[in-house]
């Protein structure tokens, strides 16, 4: 809920209005656009120099989400496209996600 402080700030009629449909709108883009491709960027970057280390695939997306300061809760969503990228893009596999594991994908 917004505070409201003085003249400068808006109403809650013009945050329903104009501010809370660009904030949906920018975080629908984010959990289909963004994310997923940098998601699959660093897991492929991980597998490439050999450092993905014994981390979950669901430690990997909170670590990532870290750096865009949340999302974490968009990981059901986030996940299948990453792997759709991965395979796409990168011809990569994630086999096992509990430490998760990655292979080759021909």
């Known amino acids: 809920m917004a505070t ?5 700030d808006i109403t809650e009629e013009e945050y329903t209005k ?5 904030i949906n709108n920018f975080n629908d883009y984010m959990i289909r656009c963004i994310i ?8 492929a970057n991980s597998y490439f120099r050999d450092c993905l280390g ?13 750096v865009f300061n949340g999302f974490s ?7 299948p496209a990453t792997k ?10 994630i086999v096992e996600e509990d430490p ?3 292979r080759k994908w021909q």
Do not use: T
């Not at 014994?54 to 870290?66: A, I, K, P, V, Y």
């Open 4 to 8: 409201i402080k003085d003249d400068d």
């Open 18 to 22: 104009y501010l809370l449909p660009y």
């Open 36 to 43: 997923p491709e940098v998601f699959a960027f660093q897991l």
């Open 54 to 66: 014994h981390g979950s695939l669901e430690q990997h997306f909170n670590s990532m989400c870290d």
């Open 73 to 79: 809760d968009s990981m059901k969503a986030v996940v």
């Open 84 to 93: 759709d990228i991965l395979r796409i893009k990168y011809h990569l596999k």
């Open 100 to 102: 998760v594991k990655i």
